[in-house]
Nanobody, 119 residues
Framework: QVQLVESGGGLVQAGGSLRLSCAASGRTVSSLAMGWFRQAPGKEREFVVGIRLSGAMTSYADSVKGRFTISRDNAKNMMYLQMNNLKLEDTAVYHC????????????WGQGTQVTVSS
């Protein structure tokens, strides 16, 4: 069973930066396609960014392109989300997710970490 644990959330002013981390256990991150999702209060969960099983390709939601960067450290079995130039609308609970390959639904989810952007 894959377990995912996020960390790194917090309170930051608009324009600031945060780096979220996702620690995986049960399988190596190199054997998983992974991604980040977020859910703001009163809104549905939305896709933020994904990295393919090969690690060679990523996809970003338009709202975060140019500001967020996903990365994976196979040696540490970790995934990261570097978030720069944060905006008020980035406030949400951020969830790490994983799936066995690029073609099935995400099946493993972390509990989430809160990111709050203040003005």
């Amino acid at each position: 069973q894959v377990q995912l644990v996020e960390s790194g959330g917090g309170l930051v002013q608009a324009g600031g930066s945060l780096r979220l981390s996702c620690a995986a256990s049960g399988r190596t991150v190199s054997s998983l396609a992974m991604g980040w999702f977020r859910q703001a209060p009163g809104k549905e969960r939305e896709f933020v960014v994904g990295i393919r099983l090969s690690g060679a390709m990523t996809s970003y939601a338009d709202s975060v392109k140019g500001r967020f960067t996903i990365s994976r450290d196979n040696a540490k079995n970790m995934m990261y989300l570097q978030m720069n130039n944060l905006k008020l609308e980035d406030t949400a609970v951020y969830h790490c997710a994983a799936r066995r390959n690029d073609y099935v639904a995400y099946q493993y989810w972390g509990q989430g970490t809160q990111v709050t952007v203040s003005s």
